[in-house]
């Protein structure tokens, strides 16, 4: 039975991921390796900013339930370096835009599927009580590659030189959107006291709105060149 569940959770997990890089193409220009060097660079950069927060953003040390506002927005802001890793993985290929968003996207989500949620999976799925945690834990990595998609999309945006002067503030909006996402979803939670499933839905929504924004500027600013 924990098998069972095992292969559920990671069935949810990561099957998504296979299809989206069958279905988008991505196996027809044989981009496997390229996903590979766009997750390596996800490593590299994760590592940079967990020395640069190591160094500069020592533990909160204040009281219990007090929320550290400043030093977490501060610490959100490090998340500025994804748009640059993402900037860097699509520079360095060749081909047209969707096909650089979507090595990008799928080289970043599953970089960090891999690294945050496999041993996790692999160690608590198979336990001896059921947790729907772990559930849970497969429909946010779904969310993730939602996310990345549509920031590595909006990354794509503010970087072309053509880009017009009416899509500035609305990319830039995004772009802000993407990087301090988990930021406010947290001030969210600590305010609101949200459970676990209204936490999950709530990131769906707005992962789902920011996605939707940012295809609708994709295929308006493709159309129109």
């Known amino acids: 039975m924990t098998l069972f569940h095992f292969g559920n959770c990671f069935a949810l997990a990561y099957f998504p991921y296979f299809i989206t890089y069958k279905c988008s193409g991505l196996s027809e220009y044989n981009a496997f390796w390229r996903c590979v060097q766009a997750g390596a660079t996800y490593l590299f950069v994760q590592l940079c900013k967990m020395l640069f927060l190591a160094t500069f953003f020592p533990t909160w040390e204040g009281g219990a339930g007090v929320y550290d506002f400043v030093g977490e ?4 802001t490090v998340d500025l370096a994804d748009l640059l890793g993402l900037h860097l993985v699509m520079s360095r290929n060749a081909g047209k835009g969707e096909y650089k968003i979507m ?4 080289g970043w989500a599953t970089a960090e599927l891999v690294m945050s949620r496999c041993l996790p999976l692999w160690v608590g799925a198979r336990g001896i009580e059921f947790d729907w945690k772990y559930i849970q834990m497969s429909f946010d990595s779904n969310i993730s590659l939602v996310h990345y998609i549509a920031m590595a999309a909006v990354v794509w945006m503010f970087t072309r030189y053509d880009l017009p002067k009416s899509y ?4 830039t909006v995004l772009l802000a959107l993407c990087v301090y996402k988990a930021f406010l979803m947290e001030l969210f939670v600590h305010v609101f006291l949200l459970g676990s499933w209204t936490v999950l839905l709530v990131k769906a929504v707005v992962t789902g709105a920011i996605s939707l924004c940012s295809l609708f500027l994709f295929v ?6």
């Open 73 to 76: 927005f501060m610490k959100a």
């Open 103 to 106: 090595v990008a996207a799928m």
């Open 168 to 171: 500035r503030l609305p990319v």
């Open 220 to 225: 308006t600013l493709v159309h129109s060149n």
